[in-house]
């Protein structure tokens, strides 16, 4: 098996999905992602949002506004629209792979994050940033250049960043769907439990 990254990477129409939580009380946490969040290739109901959902769900809400092939522009797009219907007091952006994919600059990812990080707490959110890296076949300047950007925004802004740690998922075999890109329903629980590690506390 060839070296994995897990990243989002092929705009294929996508569909945005909801999970709530049961109870409307409770904090409400909205994701917005691309196929690493929306559950590119899998149940949608077995990707980590979902898990999430099921495991911290029953005190609070989660929406997943996360569409596959997603940038940062369309999320910058979308991002208004959901902050107004859901209210959320967390919002987790997952995004940022695909830029990257295409080449583009990163000053403009950049900026598209900082963006939505204004707009998160405009709306009376707390922003938290998920990394993100690239495979190295896109250079080692443009890659280092790609991952520097979040630990850069997560001081500037004081925004809590989730550091990008799923590369072991590529060494266990069972991890990687056949495009060998995407992870498969069995890594789903592994994604979760990272990230509930940085969610939970904030939600309690």
């Not at 990707?47 to 769900?57: F, K, N, P, Q, S």
């Not at 522009?73 to 940022?96: A, I, M, T």
Request: with cysteine.
């Amino acid at each position: 098996m060839r070296p994995f990254v897990i990243r989002p990477f092929i705009t294929h129409a996508c569909c945005l999905f909801i999970l709530l939580g049961a109870n409307t009380y409770g904090s409400t946490l909205l994701v917005l992602g691309d196929s690493l969040s929306a559950g590119y290739g899998i149940n949608q109901e077995s990707g980590w949002v979902a898990l999430l959902r099921d495991d911290i769900g029953a005190d609070h809400s989660i929406i997943n506004g996360s569409i596959s092939g997603d940038t940062t522009g369309g999320g910058l797009n979308r991002l208004p629209r959901l902050l107004e219907e859901y209210s959320p007091d967390y919002v987790l952006l997952e995004l940022g792979g695909n830029d990257g994919l295409r080449g583009q600059p990163l000053s403009l990812m950049k900026n598209n994050l900082q963006a939505m990080i204004a707009l998160t707490r405009d709306a009376g959110a707390e922003p938290i940033l998920f990394g993100m890296r690239l495979p190295p076949n896109y250079g080692r300047r443009y890659s280092d250049a790609f991952a520097a950007v979040y630990p850069q925004l997560s001081e500037a802004e004081n925004v809590l960043l989730i550091p990008f740690q799923l590369e072991q998922l590529s060494l266990t075999e069972g991890m990687v769907q056949e495009d060998g890109l995407h992870p498969t329903e069995l890594a789903q629980p592994i994604i979760k439990d990272v990230i509930k590690g940085y969610i939970e506390p904030l939600m309690q």
